[in-house]
């Protein structure tokens, strides 16, 4: 058997996976779908409504567009990917790597005399997630914007990669004015920062006024074909080249475009084919005389258009959230887990003399060393009878190392101080019957970690203060015998997290992709195959726990590393805790963290009016305690100081406070804000903020 297996941080095609729905998902889909098909009923024909679906066929009918396909002469993307030519739709499929971020670009040749509109249909394919036409894993895509260009640059990328008002004038002047982009479906977005509440077809012309990870989508209706199709101003381009920019900039996920293809039309009202907006089966039944059309064709027909009738408008509105809902309710109920291809198992035998070419050494089955308790089965043994030894009640082990790791996350230390070796070349734990009576408590709990989490926090032990006593310095210095609690300096993520929090700053969503912080830029230069751009992540994904931070194989983010964070390029059970100016440093300088202090900053000056009630307030909820008269002082004389200076130089302060993706609070002064924000730096460049204690 062979496993695939991914890193969650890392990036990249790692083979086959599975969706794997939570035990609770079916009966809490169960109450949403019993309410569509409630709203569903209460949607019946009348003969009114029989009377109006007849008049919107032959008004349909009445109404056809030409489009003439342009088949590409070129296609590249500015990171790499393969694209094939499909034959049956003459269109462009992706394959191999999918970047979060790209940029297509398109040569074709303009068979038409006059061009008095575009249209980019993204198709599906079986060989997409979900069928696509995205390249998500849910088989979405977002256009961030869609360029049309009179000329041939497909030497142009790095230029046509960047965000219109980037580009450079030539490329400008040849850029082609688009109108009125509409679609066959434009996803619905709930986000108050949104600036259409959907994934409008609007947002992929409009130079990215709307922003530059705005633009088309159409979830939930992923695995279907779609259209965009814009307007212009009658081109006169018969036999020229143009170049089409599709760029994908939303970067979540790898939302790009699987497979699409360009059209081309010189009708008048290339924007108002009322077929374009239909599903392709309604438009094969409408193609169907009325009186040839089967019972499944005229229901298909009746259920589209009770679907898009003004007098069901305020129930299909109601089922619409409902569908929203459920695909939100799916996603926050379904973890994607990556599956392992059976083969055939290779025969291993023992190598004499270590001569891997000798196949004349003993077959050798799989097995548990034979000081272990052995496994008893009459057939081969599969992974599956490992998982089960390792569980077993009889066998103790798992659940010793288990216990004894979570006893270190919530007192630094192990029982057992030695985390990767639990046996005789290890340490001998201070406390044996407690190992085992925890030990016991899991596999009694059936392997429950909650339960003995609880157990642990709420234990006299635990509940210890951590200050230390004179007497037990001499006796007991790493408190290995547990008669107080422990101190030490949190872990990379934890501290980071921490910043955030106190700032306001943190999102504490659960789950999802992978996100970018800020990082020096040219830290990915010497990774190949492909070369690698990192682009920080916006908006609130900036601010997720540091859990979630992207991990390029051994380029681990250079705050965690400077953090003691390993590079994971092999098992760390246990991380080293260091004291350097370089952790000092970063601290200090860090955009995440001065951002931080920024925002903790107008906190502060806008809780307390006082400078000494406001420095209480910052060590309070920073550092959990007040602080003493020495303190106030230094943090006093230390804000005053900077408060002179950032008034006598602005452009510093600033400077100071535009660190990081944040506005600067309105109505406060810069200077002050600034000044208050260098004593939020040194608060949080104390052992305090730094150290469980």
Known sequence: ERGLYAGAHDSGDW?????????????????????????????????????????????????????????????????????????EHRALLAKGANPDENAYAVTVTNPLSSVTGFRLEVLPD?????????????????????????????????????V??????????QAFALQNATSTFEQVQSAENHPDKKWSAASAIDHDSRGSTWGWAIMPEAGQPHELVVQTDGLQTAGQTLTFVVQQYHGNGSHTVGKFRLSATSDDEPVSDPLRSLPVDVQEVLAVKSDDRSEEQQQRIAEYYRGITPAFAETNQKIADLLVRRQQTVDEHTRTSLVTVAVDPRTTRVLPRGNWMDLSGEIVE????????????????????????????????????????????????????????????????THPELLDRLAIELIESDWDIKHVIKLIVMSKTYRQSSQQRSELLEIDPRNRLLARQSRYRLDAEFIRDNALAVSGLLNRRIGGRSV???????????????????????????????????????????AMKTLDAPAREECTATRPRSNTPLAALLLLNDPSYVEAAKMFAARAIEARD?????????????????????????????????????????????????TGQSSMREGLDPAEHAAWTSAIRAIMNMHEFVTRN
């Not at 009114?48 to 007849?54: G, T």
């Not at 219109?164 to 002047?173: A, G, R």
């Not at 103790?396 to 639990?422: I, Q």
């Open 516 to 558: 970018k912080p800020y990082q020096p830029q040219g830290l990915y230069r010497h990774l190949n195959f492909p070369k690698r751009e990192y682009q920080a992540d916006t908006g609130d994904q900036q601010y997720r726990r540091g859990l979630y931070t992207h991990w390029q194989r051994q380029y681990l983010h250079p």
């Open 164 to 173: 219109y008002e980037q580009w450079p004038d030539d490329l400008k002047e």
């Open 610 to 658: 006082e400078s000494a009630d406001r420095i209480e307030w910052m060590f309070m909820t920073a550092l959990a305690r007040t602080p003493d008269e020495a303190e106030v002082n230094v943090l006093v004389d230390l804000v005053q100081l900077h408060q002179t200076w950032y008034a006598e130089h602005p452009a510093e302060a600033k400077q100071l406070l535009m």
């Open 126 to 162: 079986s060989e997409l997630p979900k069928n696509g036409p995205g390249r998500a894993a849910n088989g979405n895509f977002v256009v961030t914007e869609l360029l049309v260009l009179n000329g041939d640059y497909r030497d142009r990328m790095e230029d046509l990669k960047k």
């Open 15 to 87: 083979g086959p996976s599975i969706e794997v729905p939570s035990p609770e998902l079916a009966s809490l889909l169960k109450i949403i779908d019993a309410e569509i098909a409630g709203l569903q009923q209460t949607m019946q024909d009348t003969p009114e409504i029989v009377a109006a679906r007849q008049q919107w066929e032959a008004k349909i009918a009445m109404r056809e567009i030409e489009w003439q396909t342009l088949p590409s002469r070129d296609v590249r993307a500015y990171h790499e990917i393969d694209f094939h030519v499909t034959d």
């Open 366 to 429: 799989p097995g548990v060393p034979e000081y272990f308790s052995q496994i008893e089965s009459d057939r081969r043994l599969t992974r599956v009878d490992l998982a089960d030894w390792l569980v077993d009640p009889d066998n103790p082990l798992t659940a010793r190392v288990m216990v004894n790791r979570l006893w270190k996350l919530f007192f630094g230390e192990g029982l057992s101080g030695v985390m990767d070796d639990l046996g005789s070349q290890g340490q001998p734990p």
